[in-house]
């Protein structure tokens, strides 16, 4: 294909080329690999179809899989970058820097709505082909609307991505090959892409299983689960309004019944099918400070040994070691010390104060950045570089990351090299604590003070990109969180939905909210958006949780306002957002510009209005 074909451009999978350029191998959902099969040779027999749809799953894992770079565009987590080494990084991989931090992000994103479309056309393909087998009495008829169902899930999925960066985007459902087909599309509404999406989650719902066999293919849950997200979105875009988005009008009615129904569907998915939270939502247990030897349920969540967890609603699976299908989870959130890891994404310094104390429940004093070099510093009351400041906090803050003096074990050629603390601007230093030596945490791509501990390996024995930990698009906690919020918003707080919060909450060793916690609607709002924030801290959700809601003023302090500096904990100002901020700037962080090669190649597709 050339390259200047119109928004699927080479990724797409025409009739008369390869199936699988990407490949699909056992590691992958069971299967294995379909390469180079023209059609007039594949699509004889329900196999083919199998085969199929693993090709859409691995096409749109390539554009879910790294959503956590998108937390960039949030206060509290940092990246510096893109790794660059596997096929869904281009798709990630935005023009500059800027694509994933809080501000100047919205043009930077050609390469993923490119990546978008092709997951669309690829699971079109899927769709239309297995629809033909169907009509001609080939295969299980009810194996094939699986298959179909799966790959409308996949479609619903990828499509509810681009209406929530871009709005109105054209709407395909059948298979492009040539620059003909794409060439003239028009910018359909987004409340007709909705109610088609919306279909795609019906049909995925009544025809995939209650429970899947196979690790990675979906289940009933995920397209409740999936259907009750999008009409939550759709109930904030209702609620708060998208004045960027041109043509579109809020309507109040229509947000409070998308908020009982967005409750409904996540009502069913917690009560019908027995889904619990990882290792029942117990905190386990805790070393102590400094110590790493016994960490928190919570951090075992992000492990391989979660894959197949019922709290792990919707996953892509990877394949690990020399499959090409590894996730690069280490090499993205670890130092140079775990298998010469880079350290891509990091937390800001403004997450630790929301890890409340598991002593009251309620927020610690604010830390104070200090410069450690000063007397007192690592001794100093609530001082952001005294370790003991960070005593009786949320295990989850344990499971999330190391502040000075937190220890976390080196790999070295897929072998462990022992533990090594982290100090802040100390990289691969020799040290003593309690008398025995160590060498530091080398993490010197981090400008915050803290480092991950989420998602990294604690074994030996696979490279930093060759990790098999199948990443999670959709989970339980999420589910109760947004549960919470739909119902609330509908009804004000309800027992069950503050008792599904108190859940979470408890996996951190928290105690339960106070009543004044949830007095009404607003105060019980902050506090289902305090358990977002450390729950899925790093996981893709607060960039667009900030949209929907359309809170960036309140974050970053609105039209005209001084913005707002984000420091380290030494109380260096690293960055500073939206500072004496135009109007321009908040609405282009709403809205994503249409990328302006796909405007040239199509005269049809309109900008939005302001990237005009």
């Known amino acids: 294909m050339k390259k200047s074909i119109s928004i699927i451009q080479t990724t797409l999978v025409a009739a008369a080329v390869a199936v699988f350029a990407t490949g699909c191998t056992k590691n992958l959902l069971d299967q294995m690999p379909t390469t180079e099969v023209n059609v007039d040779q594949f699509w004889k027999s329900e196999d083919d179809a199998t085969y199929a749809v693993m090709g859409a799953y691995n096409a749109t894992r390539s554009v879910f899989d790294r959503d956590y770079y998108f937390d960039g565009q949030g206060e509290y987590t940092k990246t510096r970058g893109t790794s660059t080494t596997s096929t869904n990084a281009v798709a990630y991989n935005p023009s500059s820097s800027a694509g994933y931090s809080p501000q100047s992000y919205g043009d930077k994103f050609d390469n993923y709505f490119e990546g978008l479309y092709g997951s669309v056309n690829r699971a079109n393909y899927v769709i239309v082909n297995t629809q033909d087998l169907i009509n001609r009495n080939i295969g299980n008829a009810a194996n094939l609307q699986r298959i179909i169902a799966e790959a409308k899930l996949l479609r619903g999925m990828t499509y509810f991505r681009l209406i929530s960066m871009w709005g109105d985007v054209p709407y395909f459902t059948k298979v ?49 689960a999936f259907r009750g997200k999008l009409q939550l979105f759709w109930a904030c875009w209702n609620k708060n309004g998208w004045p960027e988005l041109t043509g579109f009008k809020p309507d109040a009615a229509a947000a409070v019944e998308a908020y009982k129904a967005a409750a409904a569907d996540f009502g069913h998915v917690i009560n019908d099918y027995g889904l619990t939270l ?168 981090t400008k915050t003070g803290y480092v991950f501990r989420k998602f990294i390996r604690n074994y030996a024995g696979q490279g930093r990109s060759d990790g098999d930990y199948n990443y999670p698009v959709m989970r339980l906690a999420d589910v109760f969180l947004m549960y919470a919020e739909a119902s609330n918003e509908a009804y004000g707080p309800q027992a069950d939905a503050v008792a599904l919060v108190n859940k979470v909450r408890h996996r951190g060793n928290l105690p339960p909210l106070t009543g004044a916690k949830y007095a009404d609607k607003n105060t019980f709002f902050s506090a289902i958006e305090q358990e977002r924030i450390v729950e899925l801290l790093a996981e893709g959700q607060r960039g667009f949780d900030l949209r929907r809601w359309r809170a960036l003023e309140r974050i970053w302090g609105g039209v005209g306002a001084t913005g707002r500096y984000l420091l380290d904990t030494q109380g260096a100002q690293n960055d500073r957002y939206y500072n004496n901020a135009i109007d321009r700037d908040y609405t282009r962080a709403y809205i994503y510009k249409i990328p302006q090669g796909e405007r040239d190649r199509n005269p049809n597709l309109t900008q939005n209005t302001p990237w005009l």
Request: hydrophobic fraction near 35%.
């Open 176 to 224: 492009n090959t040539t620059n003909s087909d794409v060439a003239t599309l028009s910018r359909m509404p987004i409340a007709q892409i909705k109610d088609s999406i919306m279909a795609d989650f019906n049909y995925a719902f009544d025809n995939l299983p209650v429970k899947s066999t196979q690790i990675g293919r979906a289940a009933k849950p995920a397209a409740l």
């Open 278 to 445: 990882f290792r029942g939502g117990e905190p386990g247990a805790i070393d102590t400070l400094g110590g790493a030897d016994i960490l928190p349920n919570y951090f075992y969540l992000f492990q391989p040994i979660a894959n197949g967890d019922a709290e792990m609603i919707m996953t892509f699976t990877h394949g690990g070691t020399n499959t090409g299908q590894g996730e690069e989870l280490m090499r993205d959130f670890g130092g140079r010390t775990q298998e010469s890891a880079q350290c891509w994404v990091n937390p800001r310094y403004e997450i630790a104060d929301k890890y409340q104390l598991t002593t009251t429940g309620d927020f610690a004093a604010k830390l104070i950045p200090m410069d450690p070099t000063k007397a007192g510093a690592r001794t100093t009351l609530n001082s952001a570089v005294n370790p003991a400041s960070y005593a009786n906090r949320d295990y989850r803050m344990k499971a999330t990351m190391l502040w000075d003096y937190e220890k976390i074990i080196g790999m070295a050629s897929l072998k462990s090299s022992g533990f090594a603390p982290y100090i802040y601007k100390t990289w691969g230093a020799q040290i003593t604590l309690g008398g025995v030596n160590y060498i530091t945490y080398n993490t010197d791509g």
